[in-house]
């Protein structure tokens, strides 16, 4: 079973033929597929295209990128929408959610105060309602990772697209949290990834495309655009790596994505 844990399907990208990208996924063997939101202006798209395909799933949150045009009800409208939503078996984490310090703008003073409050807001959101999160973990590791000891034993998920230490990857792995990993795995030079990728058991690693970003090392220009179905190639690529077979890895990671986000059983049964 293949489950690409983080895909953002509702972007304009897709616009033109995200039926036939939705296709090409079931046809590469994916079952489900997890569609997080990045604010209150696609609460409903990732909501409606989760119900429109099989296997569809979402999260609803604020992406840390956005955080500086939220408005000041925001956070009240999330989780308005996060208890209309618990009931709805498509309705999977909080999510997207995290910290960016990679982009500077945002990476410190004010900015960097309002990513910080927002996120411990959704954290605090998701303990309450019992949810996993789907995390930012963009040269934000080890902030992310204070806020997450506070909740020590009650919050778990994913740290999407992991690219940090060794050190860090344990502190996720002993919090509960799976790595996600996808296209940047698939680059030889990204060393440390591979690292993680190679030598992690299964049980803490999930696959996932953030497309329609992050395209793997086989899409090239001048169309690099990512797709669902291209975790099926992440899979292979990542057994390659540890001398295993894309089944084994496949049902590994399918394995740990039901665990770290329980709400996804019922939608690939």
């Not at 939101?37 to 119900?51: P, S």
């Not at 409208?77 to 996060?82: G, K, M």
């Not at 919090?175 to 993680?196: D, K, N, V």
């Amino acid at each position: 079973m293949l489950i690409d844990t983080h895909c953002h399907l509702d972007a304009q990208e897709f616009d033109p033929d995200r039926t036939q990208v939705i296709a090409q996924a079931a046809e590469a063997g994916v079952r489900a597929v997890v569609i997080p939101a990045i604010g209150r202006g696609n609460f409903q798209a990732v909501r409606d295209l989760a119900h429109a395909m099989p296997g569809g799933a979402y999260a609803l949150g604020i992406h840390p990128l956005y955080v500086g045009a939220a408005w000041d009800d925001d956070l009240a409208l999330l989780r308005h929408a996060v208890e209309a939503a618990m009931d709805d078996p498509r309705f999977v984490a909080i999510g997207e959610i995290g910290l960016d310090f990679f982009v500077k703008e945002i990476a410190s003073g004010e900015a960097r105060d309002k990513q910080e409050r927002y996120y411990a807001a959704q954290l605090d959101l998701a303990v309450e309602f019992g949810l996993p999160v789907l995390l930012h973990v963009r040269r934000s590791q080890d902030i992310v990772l204070k806020h997450l000891r506070r909740h020590r034993g009650r919050l778990g998920g994913i740290a999407h697209a992991f690219n940090g230490s060794e050190q860090q990857a344990q502190g996720f792995v002993e919090l509960g949290f799976a790595l996600g990993i996808g296209g940047a795995m698939t680059f030889p030079r990204a060393l440390q990834i591979r690292r993680h990728a190679q030598h992690l058991g299964l049980e803490h690693l999930v696959l996932e495309t953030d497309a329609p970003d992050i395209p793997p090392a086989w899409l090239h220009a001048p169309d690099r655009r990512n797709t669902p179905a291209q975790v099926a190639g992440v899979a292979q690529a990542l057994a390659e790596l540890r001398g295993s077979d894309a089944m084994s890895v496949a049902a590994g990671t399918a394995a740990t994505a039901l665990r770290v986000l329980p709400r996804l059983v019922p939608v690939v049964a």
